[in-house]
């Protein structure tokens, strides 16, 4: 997954094409997204103070599609930041910083939408005997088979975090002898060892010194653990297998409550659904008064309807998480969404 995405000639870091090319994020569906983002960052904004430097930190940025949308709607004071593996867009506006790490000291707001579901990370499965074990893959035709038992660490994240499918204690004993063999993906049992994205999220909450850390993804919780498993691809709006070439963007659903309690900081999760109706996105049509008054409004308006609907769809985008860290604001951090 790290080469398939990350490589020398990674999903992520070739410069052709960006993530829009190939899968729809809230920030891709609608400049509505970043206007309710706005009206979030005006709030931290207040919570701190109004500090002479707001930093605005986006991890996994893809092509700066966000910070391009809010730079001409931020005072200059806000200090956008785009931290991405790929090289700097060539008509990428002056004012926004480009970087392949994650600046510290941040003062403001570090966002990630939809980055922790491309961390890399390992899947396990049960064999015959049922013990977990790695899945290995053929990085050229997908095809998959059994590995080695899963290690120590991977157990004690798996026992905490996703104990339908765990296996009894003796896993922990001699490892029986077993030929990888051939295995069809996405089997009963399947587990997704969500351990590095802990660590990664836990990282980036760490750079942020006063004010926020948003992760947007998509996700699941301990007792609704997907039982097949949720890796997958995506390659030109399209869902494809998962096979790590190079050629797709390969993905699974977050563990969304355990990398909120890795980060160690207060923090408050609700789906986006919720988030943004908080925010002012209701989806509410316009009323028809308005459609006498000033026709082209009223289509305007009922546009505009129509994408906000779309951004908090329970079936949808909105059944994405928003999982928001609270740093140094006190109760102040509680009150935002």
């Not at 070439?245 to 309690?261: E, K, L, N, R, Y």
Request: hydrophobic letters at 40%; charged letters at 25%; glycine letters at 12%.
């Amino acid at each position: 997954m790290t080469a398939g995405l990350y490589g020398a000639d990674g999903f992520f870091v070739r410069g052709e094409q960006g993530p829009a090319e190939h899968f729809r994020t809230s920030v891709h569906a609608s400049p509505l997204f970043a206007g309710a983002l706005l009206r979030l960052i005006e709030r931290i904004d207040d919570a701190l103070g109004r500090p002479e430097t707001f930093d605005l930190v986006d991890v996994g940025a893809g092509r700066a599609e966000l910070l391009t949308a809010l730079r001409p709607l931020l005072p200059e004071r806000v200090r956008l930041t785009a931290v991405e593996l790929a090289p700097r867009p060539r008509d990428l506006m002056a004012g926004i910083a480009w970087r392949d790490d994650v600046p510290d000291g941040i003062v403001g707001l570090l966002i990630a939408t939809e980055w922790l579901d491309n961390v890399p990370l390992d899947v396990a499965d049960l064999d015959d005997h049922g013990r977990l074990r790695k899945v290995l893959v053929d990085p050229a035709t997908g095809a998959e088979s059994l590995g080695g038992l899963v290690d120590a660490a991977d157990l004690f994240w798996l026992r905490r975090w996703w104990p339908a499918t765990t296996p009894p204690r003796d896993q922990d004993g001699p490892e029986r002898t077993e030929t990888t063999r051939p295995r069809e993906q996405g089997g009963p049992g399947r587990v997704e060892i969500g351990w590095p994205r802990d660590a990664a999220w836990a990282d980036a909450v760490q750079q942020v010194r006063r004010g926020c850390a948003l992760a947007v993804d998509y996700g699941h919780v301990r007792g609704e653990r997907p039982p097949f498993g949720s890796l997958t691809g995506f390659r030109g709006g399209r869902q494809v297998p998962p096979v790590p070439d190079g050629s797709c963007d390969v993905t699974a659903h977050v563990a969304i409550d355990a990398a909120a309690a890795a980060a160690g900081v207060p923090y408050r999760l609700v789906r986006q659904r919720e988030a943004l109706r908080a925010l002012g996105v209701d989806g509410a049509r316009p009323p028809l008064e308005l459609a006498r008054q000033d026709p082209a409004g009223y289509v305007r308006a009922l546009a505009a309807a129509g994408a906000e609907a779309e951004l908090i769809e329970p079936a949808g985008l909105g059944s994405h998480w928003w999982l928001l860290h609270s740093v140094g604001l006190g109760e102040r951090g509680s009150m935002l969404l």
